[in-house]
């Protein structure tokens, strides 16, 4: 399976970060990260919740030709999404057009809030996710203009400023970065971005030459794993037949 | 029966500047653009929006309309970044008051239930508490070590949505997938005008759907027939989204002559003459 592409590592990453949640919403943003979320419904986490992208909880599965096959299973308009949200059985992974140390993101603006030198989308839903439910994220380009010593300005809240709430921030649990080099977690003493598992063919100097803070690095440092033979036959005949992901990687 | 029926010249003479007005749908779908269209080609100014915002708020932003817009997020869903607000935002042209999208859902629904506030964790620890400062925290008076945002009420002046059927009296049918939030724009405001694909018998209206009948006549001073009256922005099952439209809307933010043509075009002339623009393009 020397043909793996990098792509095909990326949806397996995002993937596992959904490994354990059980009957929970899984509201995957961005393509790979919703491939990955759609791989592990199929496979070892087929109690996931997922919506179409629209109003529709949709059942995921596969024909017998391999063709994904959608079955509504619920109707989550927007109301009940936030509803959802703030219940807690939810488990996002949002995308980031900066990230610093501690897991704050940042998805408003870069510049000064007054006249920003580039207005982006806006807070959307990142404060109130972030507070309420486990939280992931999926960037496509590791690069140090998306890892940044200081965010422009704080949507998504990270492991320091949840900790300074305190008690209200008790549901705050920021998951796992995935990037297009590496998986990341925040399991350090202070909560602070650790690298957890590399992508095949990166080395751990190209990461920290790609991130414009200091990282920690697990003891137990892993290569991210490969898709198995059943999850490559999914994402290639089922879920990515016409290679999208690579092009969100910019490849 | 009251008999609501107006043109959109009609609901604009109705508004005045200075005013807050919420506009109901999400993105760039189910959006009032009619009415939106009526307000950027007519003398108000100073406004406040309230918004999930799409085309909408760039539209009037682009026609220098807009003094604040509150808001979770701008973006036109398959262009994700809106391109006349941020053309707005980064001269420094409007007051932004930026919060989470489910704070803007509170804030509405303790407007429609005249509450002071409703309590959520939506915000806290996040830069929308530092850039907003006319929003506050709370202790819970059950757990004083609780401390929770206060989301203040945003009462509406006036709120504009758009449906799929009403009748003359208000009663209206969403026949898409979402309802958003619009019976929410409409309880938070003053003057309620509605905006719909086809003005339809009270005897039709009944076979909708029944959980369809979101917006009803009690919510509603004003309904205006307008066809294609979310155009560009989706209006299901009636119409999706057009998407060439969109990137010629996005296209003429690029310079101030190609403005000035599409103005001219699409936005100048009233929705009838709107309509006839869109015949001859296709």
């Given amino acids: 399976m020397s043909d793996i592409t990098r792509a095909e590592v990326c949806i397996v990453a995002c993937a596992e970060a959904f490994r354990g949640d059980g009957e929970i919403l899984a509201s995957p943003m961005g393509y790979i990260s919703m491939m990955g979320a759609r791989l592990a419904r199929l496979t070892f986490e087929p109690l996931l919740a997922m919506s179409d992208g629209v109003a529709t909880l949709t059942g995921f599965g596969r024909s017998e030709e391999g063709r994904l096959t959608q079955t509504a299973e619920g109707w989550i308009p927007y109301r009940t999404i936030f509803d959802m949200v703030w219940h807690g059985r939810r488990h996002v992974m949002m995308g980031a057009s900066q990230i610093d140390r ?33 939280t992931s994220y999926w960037v496509p380009t590791h690069n140090p203009q998306v890892f940044v010593p200081a965010v422009d300005f704080v949507c998504g809240i990270g492991n320091d400023r949840a900790r300074a709430l305190g008690k209200a921030a008790r549901f705050h649990h920021l998951h796992r970065v995935v990037t297009s080099l590496c998986v990341l977690d925040f399991e350090t003493p202070e909560g602070s971005m650790r690298v957890r598992s590399l992508h095949p063919g990166v080395t751990l100097e190209e990461v920290k030459a790609a991130t414009g803070f200091e990282l920690a690095v697990a003891p137990d440092l892993a290569e991210s794993r490969l898709p198995n033979e059943a999850e490559l036959a999914i994402i290639r005949t089922t879920l990515d037949p016409k290679g999208f992901a690579a092009k969100e990687l910019g490849a | 029966m009251a008999d609501k029926r107006m043109t959109e010249e009609e609901v604009v003479a109705q508004l005045e500047s200075g ?37 909408d708020l760039g539209l009037l932003c682009a026609t220098g309309k807009v003094k604040r817009a509150i808001y979770g997020f701008v973006s036109l869903d398959t262009i994700p970044l809106e391109p006349h607000f941020r053309a707005a935002r980064q001269k ?60 203040p009420a945003l009462h509406l002046d006036a709120a504009l949505v758009h449906m799929n059927l009403a ?22 405001a003053e003057r309620r005008f509605v905006s719909c694909e086809r003005i339809v018998s009270a005897a039709e209206l009944a076979t909708s759907p029944l959980q369809s009948l979101r917006v009803q006549r009690w919510m509603v001073d004003g309904v205006v027939e307008a066809p294609r009256g979310a155009h560009f922005t989706e209006c299901l099952p009636d119409y999706g989204r057009d998407e060439a439209f969109m990137k010629e809307y996005a296209a003429s933010a690029k310079s101030p002559e190609a403005w000035t043509a599409f103005y001219d075009r699409y936005i100048a002339v009233d929705h009838k003459g709107f309509l006839a623009a869109m015949e001859q393009r296709s």
Avoid at chain 1, 102 to 130: C, E, H, W, Y
Avoid at chain 2, 118 to 135: E, F, H, Q
Avoid at chain 2, 168 to 184: C, E, M, V
Wanted: proline share 7%.
């Fill in chain 2, 92 to 151: 420094g042209a409007i007051e932004a008051s930026e919060i989470d999208e489910g704070m803007l859902q509170w804030g509405l629904y303790a407007a429609a239930l005249r509450l002071p506030f409703l309590p959520t964790r939506a915000g806290l620890g996040s830069d929308v508490m530092k850039v907003n400062p006319w929003l506050k925290t709370i202790a819970s008076p059950y757990d004083a070590d609780e401390t929770l945002v206060a989301m």
């Fill in chain 2, 167 to 188: 009748d003359a009296q208000g009663n209206s049918a969403f026949l898409g997938p979402d309802p958003y939030f619009d019976d929410l724009f409409c309880m938070a």
């Fill in chain 1, 102 to 134: 501690f897991g704050n993101q940042n998805i408003s603006m870069v510049g000064d809030f007054a006249q920003p030198k580039a207005q982006l989308i806006g807070a959307r839903g990142a404060p109130g996710n972030t507070i309420n439910h486990r």
């Fill in chain 2, 19 to 55: 005013m807050t007005i919420g506009i109901g749908g999400w993105g760039s779908r189910r959006k009032p653009m009619s009415l939106v269209a009526a307000i950027a080609r007519s003398g108000l100014r100073d406004l406040t929006i309230v918004s999930y915002g799409g085309p």
